[in-house]
């Protein structure tokens, strides 16, 4: 039989038992041991992810029914079977109604019907994870389309957007936290529903001026109205809620122990963070300040956003101001400059990346002489200049 590469974790109270189990798979699959589901749970947050989970039934003071209904809320794409030797009709479906299981042995449990009961489980794994993927990069592909193609309404707007996620993502990597691409979209889309203001409002909100009292309020709409918009797409509920609460503060709103409503929560909360870093940049702090600034407010944030806000841009001195001509103009460059066409109407925005839909954009007004001589960018520097 083929060897698997996925991790699988053993857990009973008996360490004998499991010295058994990984004797007997040793050979087929890569397994990992735990004396217990106190001991489990640990080993899964420190060690995990595991593609499946085989637990047994009885165990003291937290049975295999509670163990794994706590392994689907801590990891809920990992496959999960339970190994008893009660049979009976009514733990079995407290089993698969409590704990999602996705198979039941009963002991004694020979190593072929084992094996092949593993080898299911991690088929199922794979075919979760395969399809989470496919979907995830789909979505993400078409809203960052989406993305760019609204950044041709709102330029400002959605040059915010690009640097919302590039914080979040930041953030993300440093918190280590499941499911980063639910906090990115967030944060891409958080200004979405900017488009239906006027260009110079966004402007003026950005730089820290006082709209009138109607625009104010429009303004003051577009989270909800971004979530109204995004809420009805599937698996984009959350995100909208994150999205929806981005200026509102926080408070409970359902049992914080969920886990969906522990990190609708926590997105809320860091939207609000980068969106306050973001305005403290865009208006002269420098990210250190901007981060200490930040934690005034946020008195218990955590170190790892802290550091996280301050090293956002850490290439920002492995680039070089320059000017090109659009021509030259390469994926990566950040704008440094706002484009505008001769009629003063903003196409791009300052600090927006280059993109290829960007570079496609500059060189159509290009042509038709709506914008006129070089871009200032900033562009990493060329071996050359580094030497230097």
Request: proline content about 4%; hydrophobic content about 45%.
């Amino acid at each position: 039989m083929e060897a698997k590469s996925e991790l699988i974790l053993l857990v009973d109270d008996e360490p004998n038992v499991l010295l058994g189990y990984e004797r007997i798979l040793r050979n087929e699959f890569k397994t990992h041991s735990a004396v217990g589901g106190a001991d489990a749970l640990n080993s899964i947050r420190k060690r995990g992810p595991y593609a499946l989970v085989l637990s047994d039934m009885r165990m003291p003071d937290m049975d295999g029914i509670q163990f794994l209904t706590e392994v689907k809320s801590l990891a809920p794409d990992t496959t999960r079977i339970i190994l008893s030797g009660y049979a009976d009709v009514k733990t079995a479906l407290s089993a698969v109604n409590e704990g999602n299981v996705f198979r039941f042995l009963t002991k004694p449990c020979s190593k072929e019907v084992l094996a092949s009961t593993l080898t299911a489980g991690i088929g199922q794994y794979r075919l979760i994870m395969s399809e989470k993927e496919l979907l995830e990069k789909t979505l993400m592909g078409c809203l960052t389309v989406l993305n760019e193609v609204l950044s041709m309404a709102s330029p400002t707007a959605f040059s915010r957007a690009i640097r919302l996620r590039r914080y979040m993502a930041h953030i993300m990597t440093a918190l280590a936290t499941p499911n980063r691409w639910k906090f990115e979209f967030a944060a891409m889309l958080s200004q979405l529903a900017c488009v239906t203001m006027v260009p110079e409002s966004i402007d003026d909100i950005y730089s820290g001026k006082q709209l009138p009292a109607k625009e104010q309020a429009l303004y003051n709409l577009h989270p909800s109205i971004a979530s109204d918009l995004l809420k009805t797409i599937p698996r984009m509920e959350s995100i909208a809620w994150m999205i929806a609460h981005q200026h509102k503060a926080i408070t409970v709103d359902g049992d914080i122990r969920n886990r969906e409503m522990a990190e609708m929560r926590l997105g809320a909360e860091l939207l609000q963070i980068i969106l306050a870093f973001d305005t403290l940049v865009r208006r002269g702090s420098s990210r250190t300040e901007a981060a200490y600034k930040i934690t005034r407010r946020h008195p218990d944030l955590d170190s790892r956003i802290f550091m996280a806000l301050v090293e956002v841009d850490p290439d920002d001195r492995e680039k070089e101001k320059r000017t090109c001509s659009v021509e030259e103009l390469c994926a990566g460059m950040i704008i440094d400059q706002e484009i505008r066409t001769d009629g003063g109407s903003l196409i791009i925005a300052r600090n927006q990346e280059v993109t290829p839909f960007l570079i496609l954009k500059l060189k159509n007004y290009h042509e038709k002489g709506a914008i006129i001589g070089d871009v200032a960018v900033l562009a990493p520097k060329t071996r050359a200049a580094s030497a230097i």
